[in-house]
């Protein structure tokens, strides 16, 4: 995802695409907030939910994605219940205090989106899961 940073015209490959949405979908985090929303669903019939949900510092997902927004819509296709799941956020760098490897990283990466070397962007995954 930081090589897309360094050329903005560019897009995510198709091997970063699948990566990202494979772990996606296989993280706590996400399946958390899926559950939420059904939940959400089935007791108040609300067929919107949108939550921010932020990666563990002990995941791939802390350092490529960090912090992103879910947002489910629960659609009815015949007899069957969908959620309609939309992961997004913007590809950039802030500064982050404390001294670990990953903050040192981070804030190289918000150095170069200071001095315009870098241009965040934004990303999404999409999916769609039966509710049962």
């Not at 772990?23 to 089935?42: C, G, H, M």
């Not at 802390?62 to 069957?80: E, P, Y």
């Amino acid at each position: 995802m930081l090589a897309k940073s360094f050329k903005p015209n560019d897009n995510l490959s198709q091997k970063t695409k699948t990566k990202l949405s494979e772990s996606l979908r296989n993280s706590n985090q996400i399946k958390q907030t899926i559950n939420n929303a059904i939940n959400d669903f089935k007791t108040n019939k609300n067929t919107y939910y949108q939550e921010s949900v932020e990666f563990t510092r002990l995941s791939d997902l802390h350092l490529a994605v960090g912090k992103a927004t879910v947002t489910v819509r629960i659609v009815q296709i015949d007899n069957n219940h969908w959620a309609d799941i939309t992961i997004s956020d913007v590809y950039d760098f802030d500064k982050k205090n404390g001294f670990s490897i990953g903050n040192v990283l981070n804030n190289m990466g918000t150095y170069f989106q200071n001095q315009g070397l870098i241009t965040p962007y934004e990303w999404d995954v999409n999916y769609a899961i039966l509710v049962e």
